[in-house]
Structures are given as C-alpha cells and as structure tokens.
C-alpha cells in the first residue's frame, strides 16, 4: 500500500481507521443537517464506512507486517483480522440498534458512539507501545458508557454506573502497571520492553504485568474483572448488549494476544500459566453462574464470560506455538458472528426477557427458534459451525504449547455448556413455558431508548438472527476446510 508520507510515516497505511473517523465525523455533521425521522441517512453513511474500511483491511492483509509512526501500530495479521471483524460487527450491530434506536433524538448520536468504540477495540489490537494501549483502552471505554445508558431509565443508569466505576477503578490499575513497567525498563515500545523486561525487577514485572492484564481482561470480561458483565448486559438494551459484549472483546483479547507474544513472551514470571489460570476460572465461572438463569440476557452475559477463557487459552499460548495466530483469527470471526446473532434473537422479541416468556412468545414464529437453536449450539462449539472450527483450533493451539490440562478443563466445560444452552432451546422447541414464569425479569416490556416509538420493529432483528445463523454455518465449513489445508501443510 503506498501512500502519502508525514514525519517518514505512511499514513495510508491506516486507511481502514481513517474510514471509520471519517464516517464517525461525517455521521455526526450529516446528522446535524437531518431531520429527526430522517436518521437512517446517518445509517447508511456509518454502514459504508464500515464496508469501506473492512474492505480496505481485506486489502492490506495480503501485505507483509510492519509497524507504522515509529513503531507504535503493529499492522499484521492480527490486527487486520480485528479490522475486518470489527467493521463489519459494528456494520450490523447498527442495524441491530436501528431497531430500537429509530427516531430517538439522538440516533445520530448513538451510530457515532459505536463507530468510535470500534476504533478504540481496533487501537487496542494494534497497540505495539502500552501509551496506546492506554488511549485504545480508553477510546474502548468511554463511548461504551454513554451506550450503555442510553435507554436513559433506571436499569440503563444503574449498568452505565457500575461499567463506569469498575472501568474506573481498573483503568488506574492499568495505569500503576504501565508506570511500574515503564520504571522496570525505561521505555514503553514493544520491541524495546521485550529486549529488557527480562532482565527487570521481579517485583516491578509482577506488578506491571498485573496491571496490564486486567486492564484487557475487563474489556474481555474475564474473570476477576467481570461483574460488570451480567449487570450491564442485563441493565442495557439487547442491541446495546451485543455490542457491549462483542466487539471491545475482540480487541482486548488480540491485545493480549500481543503482549504475550512479544513484551511479555520471556519475563522470567510464568504468565502464559496465569493467563491459563484466568482461561480456566473465565470459563468455569462463566458457565456455572450461567446453570440457574432464567434472564436470558444475563444468560448470554455468563456465555460471553466463558467464551473469554476459550479465547484466552490461545492468549496463553501466543509466544509457544505458530498455530496461535490462526486459532486466534478464527475463533474471533466466529465468536463475532454467532454472539451477535445470539442477542439478535432476544430484540427481536424485545418484552420477553426471561426463557419462558422467549418461548410463549415466539410459538407463532418458528423460524425464530430455528436461528436461536444454531446460534446457542454454535455457542457450544457444535459442528460444522464457525465456533466448533474455532474451538478445535484453538485447543490444537493449547495442546501444542504444552498446555494439555488446560485442553481437558475446556472440553469438560464445553460439554458442561451444553446443559444451560439446553434450558433455553428446549421450552422454545415446545412452545410453552416449562414453569409458571415467575422469573426476574417478568413482564418489564420492551427496553427502548427513551424518546424512540414504543413499538419496535421484529423484521430487522429476526433478518440478522437468521444472516447470522446462515454465517456461522457457512464460516464453520470455509475456516473448516482453511484449518483442514494449513495443518496439513
């Protein structure tokens, strides 16, 4: 990619960031010049942004790796993995929110905010310099609080102010591990931290990478950092949920990735064990807490729990095996795709919140049942979907970095996963509620944005439930055959 030059740095070399700002601006100053109950330009204006630069990532992956404006942005297969996944997630989750969104006051303004959480998701995975990592995680952060919030009621501000605090109270945890690592090695690059922090202070190390860690583990929702997921995911709107729980996701574990793999890749601590450690608590917890729920957006929050020590397992692994960056690639795309369709399906019957009323109220829609069923058990792990590939990928990925203990807790845990996915299909295949729905959650009615109709549209929700079922299965087999080819070589 060629390009225009300022300071020797290539600035085109960043185009795929470039668009999403620029849709971000011009969103925003289209918005001010447009009617309310003509929004949907702004939507369409954000939608192509997203095209364009998942389209321009596509592009630039096929280009060797390299690292941009003094080394700072790391441009390589990771992150123009997290390019495309993010651009196009926040593509669709647009649409998801238009759902509930249209006509709200502040439409405009809610497109933009997620456009600009992206980018932040984007900073983090490409973070080669822990001062960006600080903005990514910042720029991650604070649009998703306003989101949050943004239905502007009770449950809306009670989620937004736990997200806050807890963002709050890790962030400067993260910040005391970047000053205790700066002190240990003098500079905050990558490459120049993975040549000293072997030779640093213990003590400085344990608490510098500490700090770190659980600055991306609380944009991953890992466990210990993770109580804000269930509160908020439950607390939110259900498109808003989506995007809470996926796309900072995707950049804070391809920023982890990163720093296992090159500042943290020969400390003298073992972090890929406590790495594995958080993999192994993420997804026990998370499926243990997820047995007794009936909500089932606090169900999901506990599923994306344990789909992070999935993720985290080839964290752990980055610097062991060269199968990492594929696992990696795969399980984000495919996590993406099946979790947004997951949360699809509860907006698209927005009153039901708990499993029974889900299962009343879709009896005259099967076909809804239908793409929730491929989407829960794509959750699991179950072929041919993308997140069985993933899943494969990734515990190959455990097993060769010598990891095999971790390998046999993620598979008792998936099969453990099955049983809860299971509360939830089995009343929605019968059609009728399995008990006298007395669950917390209970007749709330749909969770708008204050100041939207009050009536929410199904047809686009049920559309992406179905595009995003119909995706899992046909990612499963392309990556299937993609995995089948590279190991084989």
């Known amino acids: 990619m060629t390009g225009m030059s300022v300071g020797g740095e290539r600035v085109l070399a960043l185009l795929p960031e470039l668009l999403l700002l620029l849709g971000a601006v011009g969103g925003l100053l289209l918005g001010l010049w447009t009617p309310q109950h003509r929004q949907w330009r702004v939507r369409l204006l954000v939608t192509a942004a997203c095209l364009a630069s998942a389209i321009a990532a596509a592009v630039a992956l096929s280009e060797p790796a390299e690292r941009v404006f003094e080394g700072t942005w790391v441009i390589d297969t990771t992150t123009g993995v997290v390019r495309i996944v993010v651009a196009l997630g926040v593509a669709v989750l647009v649409w998801l929110a238009s759902a509930s969104l249209a006509g709200h006051p502040r439409e405009t303004e809610a497109y933009v905010l997620m456009l600009l959480g992206g980018l932040g998701s984007i900073a983090l995975a ?3 310099d822990l001062l960006l990592l600080v903005a990514g995680y910042l720029l991650a952060s604070v649009p998703l609080y306003a989101l949050a919030g943004f239905a502007k009621d009770s449950a809306g501000v009670e989620a937004t102010m736990k997200y806050y605090l807890m963002g709050a109270f890790v962030g400067v945890l993260m910040l005391v591990g970047v000053a205790a690592l700066v002190l240990a090695a003098g500079t905050t690059s990558y490459f120049d931290l993975a040549a000293q922090l072997p030779d640093a202070s213990p003590a400085l190390l344990a608490v510098g990478i500490l700090g770190v860690l659980a600055g991306v583990a609380f944009k991953a929702g890992a466990v210990p950092v993770h109580f804000w997921v269930p509160d908020v995911t439950a607390g939110t709107t259900p498109p808003m949920a989506a995007y809470l729980t996926t796309i900072p996701k995707i950049g804070a574990v391809a920023a982890a990735f990163r720093l296992l793999a090159e500042p943290f890749a020969d400390v003298p601590l073992d972090v890929p064990l406590l790495v594995a450690v958080i993999a192994a608590a993420s997804m026990t917890l998370g499926n243990l807490a ?13 599923s994306t729990v344990s789909q992070v020590g999935y993720l985290f397992m080839v964290v752990a692994v980055a610097a062991r095996t060269d199968l990492a960056v594929p696992a990696l690639a795969i399980y984000l795309a495919g996590y993406a795709v099946t979790n947004i369709g997951a949360f699809a399906a509860v907006a698209a019957v927005p009153a039901a919140r708990t499993i029974n009323d889900w299962a009343t109220a879709v009896g005259r829609h099967r076909w809804l049942v239908v793409g929730l069923v491929v989407c829960l058990l794509g959750l699991v792990g179950t072929p041919p979907t ?20 971790l390998v046999v807790v993620a598979a008792i845990n998936t099969v453990a996963s099955l049983f809860y996915y299971l509360r939830w299909i089995a009343p929605a295949f019968a059609g009728v509620p399995a008990a006298p729905s007395m669950q917390e959650g209970a007749g709330r009615g749909p969770r708008t944005a204050a100041g ?17 079922a119909v995706m899992s299965l046909l990612l499963g087999l392309g990556s299937g055959w993609w995995l089948a080819f590279a190991l084989s070589t």
Do not use: I, M
């Open 126 to 128: 490409a973070s080669g």
């Open 290 to 302: 997820a047995f007794n729920q009936t909500d089932v957006l606090r169900l999901l929050a506990y």
């Open 386 to 405: 993308a997140v069985f590939v993933g899943k494969l990928a990734v515990f190959t990925a455990a097993w060769d970095g010598a990891l095999a203990w």
């Open 452 to 468: 939207t109709a009050q009536r929410t549209r199904r047809g686009v929700p049920t559309g992406l439930l179905h595009g995003a």
